[in-house]
C-alpha cells in the first residue's frame, strides 16, 4: 500500500483541505515545521505536496523524494519567484496567475506542471487579488491532482529569465501599499510609471 501524502503548509488551506477529502492518508507539516530526512524515512510518503510552506527544501530532502514534490505558486512563473507575487505583479507589470510545479533546489524554478493567467484591473485590491490567485489555484490544484498523482502529468522546463523577490525586497515599496492590504492595484501600477 503506498504511503500518505506528505503535505507542507497551512492547516486552514483549502489544497490540504481538497487532498483530505480525496485521498485515504494525508500527513500535514505546518508551514514553518523543519521537514527531515528522518521524517521521510518514517512516512515514506506517495507524493509531497507545498502550499503556503515558509521552508526551503535542501537536497537531502529532495533525494529522498525524486520528482514526487509539486508546489503551488501563486504566480505565473517565471516571473514573480517567492515573496509576494500579486504585490510585485502590479508593480512591474508581469504576468499574474497560479502555477503547479516540481520542486528543485532553486526557489520556484522547478519544472511547470499546469499554469493559468488572470488579469486584474485597476480597482482590484491587493487582498481581492490574492482571494482570486488562491480561489485559481484551488481549482486549477483539483483538476491536475489525478495526474500529478498518477505521474502522467505535463512537465515542461521554465523559459525565460523571469523575476524573483525575497521578503526583504518588500521593505523598499511598503510606502506604496497606502492602505495595507485593500490597496488598489491601479495605485501600485501607477507609482511604477
Given at each position: ?27 500535514a507539516?505546518?508551514?514553518?515545521e ?12 506517495l ?14 530532502v ?34 499574474a ?26 480597482d482590484?485590491?491587493?487582498a481581492?487579488?490574492?482571494a ?25 522546463p ?11 525586497d ?24
Open positions: 500500500m503506498p504511503g500518505p501524502v506528505l503535505f507542507l503548509g497551512r492547516e486552514d488551506s483549502a489544497i490540504l483541505a481538497h487532498l483530505r477529502e480525496v485521498e485515504a492518508a494525508v500527513v507539516v505546518g508551514p514553518e523543519p521537514l527531515t530526512v528522518e521524517r521521510i524515512e518514517e512516512l515514506d510518503p507524493l509531497a505536496v507545498i502550499h503556503g510552506y515558509r521552508l526551503i527544501l535542501r537536497r537531502p529532495l533525494d529522498r523524494l525524486p520528482d514526487r514534490v509539486v508546489n503551488l505558486h501563486i504566480s505565473y512563473l517565471p516571473y514573480n519567484r517567492g515573496a509576494d507575487p500579486n504585490l510585485w505583479s502590479a508593480l512591474e507589470s508581469t504576468p496567475g497560479v502555477t503547479i510545479h516540481y520542486v528543485d533546489e532553486g526557489v520556484d524554478t522547478g519544472d511547470v506542471i499546469a499554469q493559468r493567467g488572470l488579469e486584474f484591473g485597476d482590484e485590491t491587493l481581492g487579488s490574492y482570486a490567485l488562491q480561489a485559481a489555484m484551488l481549482a486549477l490544484f483539483r483538476e491536475q491532482w489525478p495526474a500529478i498523482r498518477a505521474g502522467t502529468c505535463e512537465r515542461r521554465q523559459s525565460g529569465a523571469g523575476t524573483s523577490h525575497r521578503v526583504a518588500r521593505a523598499a515599496v511598503e510606502h506604496l501599499i497606502t492602505n495595507g492590504w485593500d490597496t488598489p492595484l491601479g495605485v501600485l501600477r501607477s507609482a511604477r510609471r
